[in-house]
């Protein structure tokens, strides 16, 4: 059996974004996955922490915390903040909406996530912050 995790925590700046993509990939490679895998996480990864600072932390500074679980062939990703948190999770998670009013945000983060991880799951307390878990089997082939 494989067993193995890790804890990430940085500031909500945009410039950390990179740094968790590229931390995240490094580590879940021990799983030896495709670059398509691989492309996935990082992109869903990507998005979760592009919420936590566009929309969690909108006013303000604050951590975001990472943790990544390996076991046997499975990663689950966590990703925390203690931002504004979300009034109505469903209506957050529905394609086009968003919170951010620049015009420069499509609403798309939670589809994304969606569509590349094989499982997410977000719980969120308004003023207390947000948690974002994704899972992904790897080596799981579909048609």
Same mark, same amino acid.
């Given at each position: 059996?494989?067993?193995?995790?890790? %804890? +990430? &925590? !940085?500031m909500?700046?945009?410039?950390?974004?990179?740094? *968790?993509?590229? /931390?995240?990939?490094?580590?879940?490679?021990?799983?030896?996955?495709?670059?398509?895998?691989?492309?996935?996480?990082?992109t869903?990864?990507?998005?979760?922490?592009?919420?936590?600072i566009?929309?969690g932390?909108?006013?303000k500074k604050g951590?975001?915390?990472?943790?990544?679980?390996?076991?046997?062939?499975?990663? %689950? +990703? &966590? !990703?925390?903040?203690?931002?504004?948190?979300?009034?109505? *999770?469903?209506? /957050?998670?529905?394609?086009?909406?968003?919170?951010?009013?620049?015009?420069?945000?499509?609403g798309?983060g939670f589809?994304?996530?969606?569509?590349?991880?094989?499982?997410i799951?977000v719980?969120?307390?308004?003023?207390?912050?947000t948690?974002?878990?994704?899972?992904?089997?790897?080596g799981?082939?579909?048609l």
């Amino acid at each position: 059996m494989r067993e193995n995790s890790a %804890k +990430i &925590t !940085v500031m909500s700046r945009s410039e950390n974004e990179s740094f *968790v993509r590229a /931390a995240v990939s490094a580590f879940v490679s021990q799983l030896d996955p495709t670059l398509e895998e691989l492309a996935d996480i990082k992109t869903a990864v990507s998005e979760a922490v592009t919420n936590s600072i566009v929309h969690g932390y909108a006013e303000k500074k604050g951590d975001i915390m990472i943790d990544i679980y390996i076991k046997d062939d499975k990663v %689950k +990703i &966590t !990703v925390t903040d203690n931002g504004c948190g979300i009034a109505d *999770v469903k209506e /957050a998670m529905q394609p086009l909406f968003t919170t951010n009013t620049d015009g420069e945000r499509s609403g798309m983060g939670f589809t994304v996530m969606e569509t590349f991880m094989d499982n997410i799951s977000v719980n969120s307390i308004v003023d207390v912050g947000t948690k974002v878990t994704m899972e992904k089997t790897i080596g799981l082939r579909t048609l």
